[in-house]
C-alpha cells in the first residue's frame, strides 16, 4: 500500500523504518525540507540514495539511529535500503 504525504519546507518530516518497511513510502515536500528517517527496527538497516541530482550513503544504521536528508532539489528521489531490497521510499521534490 503506497501512503504518500505532502509537507512544506519548514517542516521536518519524520519517516520510520519498521518490519523492513519505511513509512510512509512515499513523500510530497517543498524544496529544502529536511527528512529524518528513524530506526524503529529491530534490525540495523543502510539508506543510500544514487541518482544523479543526489546521492547519498548512511553506512549502516543501527537500531535506534536516526539520519537526516535535506532534499534541496526537485526531481523524484528513490531511497532505499542496501540491506533490504524490498524497502522503497519516494521523496518527490516541488
Known amino acids: 500500500m503506497v501512503a504518500s504525504f505532502a ?6 518530516v519524520v519517516v520510520s523504518q519498521r518490519n523492513r518497511q519505511f513509512t510512509p513510502d512515499h513523500l510530497i515536500v517543498a524544496k529544502g ?3 529524518r528517517i ?6 540495523t538497516h543502510h539508506v543510500y540514495i544514487d541518482t544523479p541530482q543526489m546521492s547519498y550513503d548512511s553506512d549502516e544504521q ?3 539511529h536516526s ?3 535535506t532534499f534541496d532539489k526537485s ?8 540491506i533490504h531490497p524490498t524497502m522503497h521510499l519516494d521523496v518527490t521534490v516541488k
Open 75 to 82: 526531481g523524484t528521489f528513490p531511497v532505499r535500503c542496501a
Open 62 to 64: 543501527p537500531v535506534g
Open 33 to 35: 525540507t529536511v527528512v
Open 38 to 43: 528513524n530506526n524503529d527496527d529491530t534490525v
Open 7 to 12: 509537507f512544506a519546507a519548514d517542516e521536518v
Open 67 to 69: 539520519i537526516s536528508l
